[in-house]
């Protein structure tokens, strides 16, 4: 363990590198007109700035570590479901990349969105980080070592009472229906939270959940690579990360539920 925790470090490290040179290269090309691709229809998009982005972690990743695993959205999202690879033991150390988290944000000029980076062992999330290249807030963790906010330690609120808690969730508008779930849990928790937001990058909303921001988050269809390193996070911050039935998230869950913890039996019981 001590071992891999020194290999780990040096994950971290270099996971952080990668994400702040993505965000570097994002911040440099913003200013261009976008080239917005969709994929399923219109509110599942792709611009070459995800792709840029991309390229350069997997390039960093393989350049680096060439026996590890990789697995990012505009690569391997189009193959199926991404759920599936991790219904079976995965080997060895792998990294998850959603190369902008918030597409949709970053298109219109909102300045929430990141880069997200999960570094698995075996099965096990081991490393991840969240980058804002807007507002520069890089939050991190590394298993049994805390969670970070440029480098300041940072914890997942002490709220208890669900009526104190400001809430968030989100949704693909593509999956949307007027019957979809979401709209009946935004109505229950509405009058039992403070309030309930819809940010629009789960990475971030996550990590918003581990400083201590947003009190919970929950989501519906959410891909690993939006939720690998924001549910490390949250974890490492002292907040508690469930599926709906609250056994503990898996990668290959269709639902996650996240919190500070002291709200989360009320939180889940509203859902
Ligand atoms: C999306 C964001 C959004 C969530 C969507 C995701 P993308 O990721 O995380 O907050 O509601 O379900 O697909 O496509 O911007 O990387
Ligand atoms: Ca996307
Ligand atoms: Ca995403
Ligand atoms: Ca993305």
Redesign the pocket.
Known sequence: EIENGSYEERLLQDATRYATEAGERILSVMKKPLHIQEKKNASDLVTEVDLLSERIVRERIAGDYPEHWIMS?ETDGGLGNAYDAFLQPNEGYGWII?P?????NFIHGLSHFAISIGIMRDDVLVCGVVYNPITRELYSAQRGHGAFLNGQPIHASTEARLENALLAT???ADDWKPDSPVVEQIGNLTGKSRNVRIL????L?LCFVASGKLTGFW?D???PW?VAAGALIIQEAGGSVTNKSGEPFRLSDNTLVASNGGVHRAFLSLL
């Open positions: 959205e959603d902008i988290d918030g597409t949709t989100g949704f693909q629009g990058s789960a990475s909303d989501h269809g959410l891909y939006d």
